[in-house]
């Protein structure tokens, strides 16, 4: 039962970590607002989805927009801040292929309206524009009070959205402005929504080369085999050995008398000891020698004796090991 705790700390971990995992990814709510990918009142994936369903061209760019080479297509900018109508060569490049460039504000405040009169507008509180330069055109509203502004910019246009919030999935939502999606969106172009001006790029990291190389299997057999190595480590394989009990422990005395029987003869232990005796007299000294008469009448006499103790003290007598006789 030791053992199972930390499987089921883990499993505790995972049932709670899991749904909450899934059910950000399901949202989105881990990306920027105005993302693509995120599915709560503060993103545009219903927009994205919409248009797709429609038969419309539509994909993401990862990358960053300034450095995308011109092609003609719809590029949608989303809950950008005004200043960025002043990265012109930029703007430029990115429309250089004849397309149009809808940048869709954030919402002014008090402090920000007045930071765009340099750009031929001015961003009111009011989710509108004040059109100051004749460079810009009124879509949608009065030059007072716009909505959507056109302007001609290089080779393409840039219409610009006084209020993205109204392309939010919650706005969209709550009031669908039908005619004025309509007019964002004409389906002559592809339409591209940028997601790298909300910090969403592809860096190369270990994520992108997963996705892009479909390794999520790979890494599912890796985490399955880890779970697999720490089982092992935790469970032996092998049973345990049992305990021993004291009548399983050595005995020196019964390992000799077992090997005596299954290497000495039944009834010629004293024969068998003194002819081990002869083959070391080489190593014995002198004194030993001499008694090799003694230690055959020792064994005449030990073999009519029954018991092969009192045969054993002849033996002993006979080469002079008792202790009396030391």
């Known amino acids: 039962m030791r053992k199972a705790v930390p499987f089921l700390l883990l499993a505790v971990f995972l049932a709670l970590l899991v749904p909450r995992m899934m059910q950000s990814i399901a949202q989105g709510d881990t990306y920027p607002a105005w993302s693509t990918m995120r599915s709560d009142p503060k993103g545009a994936k219903v927009m994205y989805l919409a248009l797709q369903r429609m038969g419309l061209n539509v994909r993401r760019n990862y990358e960053p927009w300034a450095e995308l080479a011109g092609v003609r297509a719809e590029y949608v900018l989303l809950g950008v801040p005004p200043l960025l109508l002043q990265d012109a060569k930029g703007m430029e490049k990115l429309l250089s292929g004849g397309g149009l460039a809808l940048v869709g504000l954030r919402r002014a405040s008090l402090r920000t309206s007045f930071c765009t009169e340099k750009l031929g507008f001015r961003h009111l509180p009011t989710q509108g524009l004040e059109l100051r330069s004749d460079d810009w055109r009124c879509l949608e509203g009065e030059r007072g009070n716009c909505l959507l502004a056109e302007r001609k910019m290089g080779s393409g246009r840039v219409w610009l959205l006084a209020d993205a919030e109204i392309l939010q999935n919650g706005a969209l939502h709550q009031d669908r402005n039908t005619a004025l999606l309509?007019?964002?969106?004409?389906?002559?172009?592809?339409?591209?929504?940028?997601?790298?001006?909300?910090?969403?790029?592809?860096?190369?990291?270990?994520?992108?080369?997963?996705?892009?190389?479909?390794?999520?299997?790979?890494?599912?057999?890796?985490?399955?085999?880890?779970?697999?190595?720490?089982?092992?480590?935790?469970?032996?394989?092998?049973?345990?050995?049992?305990?021993?009990?004291?009548?399983?422990?050595?005995?020196?005395?019964?390992?000799?008398?077992?090997?005596?029987?299954?290497?000495?003869?039944?009834?010629?232990?004293?024969?068998?000891?003194?002819?081990?005796?002869?083959?070391?007299?080489?190593?014995?000294?002198?004194?030993?020698?001499?008694r090799t008469a003694a230690m055959d009448e020792a064994l005449e006499r030990a073999s009519g004796m029954r018991d092969p103790r009192e045969g054993y003290a002849e033996l002993q007598a006979a080469i002079k090991l008792r202790k009396e006789s030391a």
């Not at 172009?189 to 940028?194: A, G, K, N, R, T």
């Not at 469970?235 to 008398?257: D, N």
């Open 182 to 290: 309509a007019r964002l969106f004409p389906g002559t172009l592809p339409v591209i929504f940028d997601e790298s001006h909300l910090g969403v790029t592809e860096t190369g990291g270990v994520g992108v080369l997963l996705r892009r190389y479909r390794l999520f299997p790979a890494m599912a057999l890796l985490l399955l085999a880890a779970l697999l190595f720490v089982w092992r480590s935790s469970t032996p394989i092998l049973p345990e050995k049992e305990p021993l009990v004291p009548s399983m422990t050595p005995q020196p005395a019964a390992s000799l008398r077992t090997l005596l029987e299954q290497r000495v003869p039944r009834g010629r232990l004293l024969e068998t000891l003194v002819s081990e005796w002869k083959r070391a007299l080489p190593l014995l000294p002198s004194w030993q020698r001499e």
